[in-house]
């Protein structure tokens, strides 16, 4: 089970951090990602943490403004987020992916899914 947290409603320019936890005792199995969803769209891939925590992965649109990362003896992964856009307002989702290969873009890759958390950003 994934449980995402840290969504709420901010200015441009601001940052947020996301987190989700994973319940369960296998979290180093899985490829953590974010993905974000906006309606109408597909949900659409943001970054990709290797299972060490070694290697990261983003998508074009928020290389170089957000930051994911994990903490394994927690279970947990974060979504650091700075400088944000309108754009960036999205249902943000934590996902786990058990497949080799890294990263994984794709949303058929991914075992679980978090239940989403809102992210608005607005003057």
């Known amino acids: 089970q994934l449980v995402e947290s840290g969504g709420r409603l901010v200015q441009p320019g601001d940052s947020l951090t996301l987190s989700c936890e994973a319940s369960?005792?296998?979290?180093?199995?899985?490829?953590m990602s974010w993905f974000r969803q906006v309606p109408g769209k597909e949900r659409e891939f943001v970054g990709s943490v290797s299972w060490s925590g070694g290697r990261r992965s983003y998508a074009d649109s928020v290389k170089g403004r957000f930051a994911i990362s994990r903490d394994n003896a927690k279970n947990t992964v974060t979504l650091q987020m700075n400088n944000l856009k309108p754009e960036d307002t999205a249902v943000y989702y934590c996902?786990?992916?058990?497949?080799?290969?890294?990263?994984?873009?794709?949303?058929?890759?991914?075992?679980?899914w978090g239940q989403g958390t809102q992210v608005t950003v607005t003057p």
């Open positions: 369960g005792r296998t979290f180093t199995m899985y490829l």
């Open positions: 996902g786990a992916s058990s497949r080799m290969g890294f990263p994984a873009v794709t949303l058929e890759l991914y075992d679980y």
